[in-house]
């Protein structure tokens, strides 16, 4: 089974549908995505509209948490997260919908057990795993893959016999903004691979002008600064 992965929207339908398309023509057949729907951008209903329509199984993330009332806004982050804006926008079957995601999820294929998180296994919603994080603790869990986003920075790495993969972000990537990114998991093949497809993010940030904080723009226009993680394939 080819299972796909996709993160962090947060209010791009442009980036989500990249990684989706390019998800489908690379042969995942099935997708899950692992939280932040909404927040910092401003088009959370058709990212929702997007999930729906593609049949995306859905988990939990921090900032759909925080729109759904389930954790408090940091104190002054809302000028960045945008998230009490959202609110007021986004559809009532939405938000149903998003009450029902869990905040975690374990699947097994292919005798492959994997554990899906937004943030980490310790804790699934606001956990930070980065490509230099310690990841030793996570080798002692008993699944063989551990897949999560939150980061915006993807990364593959192994903890004892446990694939570790972070799939990046689809909507607002941290360290090439115009690139989404997006993975695979072979479950019989037992192989992973991180896709990064580009989107106009510079178009975006045109098209929502005021609508999204200065910094969250930045974001989006942020060049690459080195070599990029994964492999970029064609919109």
């Known amino acids: 089974m080819i299972l796909g992965f996709v993160s962090d929207a947060h209010g791009n339908p442009d980036g989500l549908e990249a990684c989706l398309d390019a998800l489908h023509r690379h042969s995942a057949e099935r997708v899950y995505f692992l939280g932040d729907a909404v927040g910092y951008l401003p088009e959370e209903n058709a990212v929702l509209d997007l999930l729906r329509s593609r049949e995306v199984v859905c988990i939990r993330g921090n900032h759909d948490a925080m729109l759904l009332g389930e954790l408090a806004i940091p104190e002054g982050r809302d000028v ?16 149903d919908w998003m009450q029902e995601w869990p905040g975690r999820l374990e699947l097994e294929f292919d005798g492959c057990r994997l554990l899906l998180v937004h943030g980490s296994p310790a804790d699934p919603l606001q956990g930070y795993v980065y490509p230099d994080s310690d990841l030793s603790a ?27 993969m972070n799939v990046g972000s689809s909507g607002m990537p941290r360290d090439v903004g115009h690139l989404a990114g997006c993975a695979r998991y072979d479950t019989l093949t037992r192989s992973a691979d991180i896709l990064r497809v580009p989107f106009d993010a510079a178009g975006l940030v045109r098209r929502w002008g005021d609508r999204i904080a200065g910094p969250a723009a930045g974001v989006l226009l942020r060049a690459a600064s080195g070599p990029v993680t994964g492999r970029v394939v064609a919109a």
């Open 80 to 95: 960045f997260y945008r998230l009490e804006a959202a609110r007021t926008r986004i559809e009532a079957r939405h938000r």
């Open 138 to 164: 996570l080798g002692g869990l008993p699944f063989d893959v551990v897949a999560m986003g939150h980061t915006h920075r993807p990364f593959l790495a192994s903890a004892g016999r446990v694939t570790v």
